[in-house]
């Protein structure tokens, strides 16, 4: 670790408000057993760590690499704000080079915020104009969070207005086991029925009633009140 990355941490650490990180403890479950267990906060707001991460954008992956190993939750968002912005001003090999790196980097990227921070913008971005296949073996994946962020990196393809990846892995990922799975899915459910209502409820009607509550959940909140009730109480046609 070289003295510029010592600095940055030092840096970072002395922005942190140990009551927000006793809070934020708590809210990202961190208890034993629970989804986030061992991780540990310093307690500094997103808005601050993105800031931040624009004074450092010059930087390596190998510094990135200290970064993202880090045992502070804060410290991992902030090394992915710098990869992403690696990965949109490259080109070439570099875009490969960053987005490999993710892949192989991804027991790092350890919770949900994390995830969803990051995971179009790499991993969405870069597969856009390739094999999509990656995606689809991290949804098999053992990982709670290479699954998630199978699922979250479509949200690139869907603001691109392509929908047919979100459908498929949402087919796949329909009986996980995992609340913070249903709920991605719900939400990328919702994000394509922004877009193309007719492309999610053909997906819904094939799946209401056997697809998660709390994934149905996520998938019509935006629906008007009378068509959600219908698919919660199993009467949409």
Request: glycine share 6%.
């Amino acid at each position: 670790m070289n003295q510029r990355i010592k600095d940055m941490i030092n840096e970072l650490k002395s922005l942190g408000d140990p009551k927000r990180a006793e809070n934020y403890q708590r809210f990202f479950k961190t208890g034993k057993g629970e989804y986030g267990e061992g991780d540990l906060f310093l307690g500094i707001q997103v808005p601050v760590l993105r800031n931040m991460s624009k004074k450092y954008r010059e930087i390596s992956l190998e510094e990135i690499a200290d970064l993202i190993a880090s045992p502070y939750h804060e410290i991992r968002m902030f090394s992915l704000f710098l990869l992403i912005y690696s990965f949109k001003k490259s080109n070439g090999n570099n875009g490969e080079n960053i987005y490999k790196f993710y892949l192989k980097n991804s027991k790092f990227i350890n919770n949900w915020d994390l995830v969803d921070s990051s995971a179009e913008h790499i991993v969405g971005a870069y597969l856009y104009n390739f094999d999509r296949q990656p995606i689809y073996k991290l949804a098999v994946s053992k990982s709670l969070w290479e699954r998630r962020i199978s699922i979250i990196s479509t949200y690139y393809f869907i603001k691109q207005n392509q929908f047919d990846d979100t459908l498929k892995i949402s087919e796949i990922l329909l009986r996980d086991k995992e609340d913070l799975i249903h709920k991605a899915v719900g939400w990328m459910l919702r994000e394509v029925g922004k877009r193309n209502i007719e492309n999610e409820e053909l997906f819904l009607k094939k799946h209401y009633k056997t697809m998660p509550r709390t994934m149905l959940r996520y998938a019509i909140e935006k629906f008007p009140e009378e068509k959600r009730r219908e698919y919660l109480y199993g009467s949409s046609n």
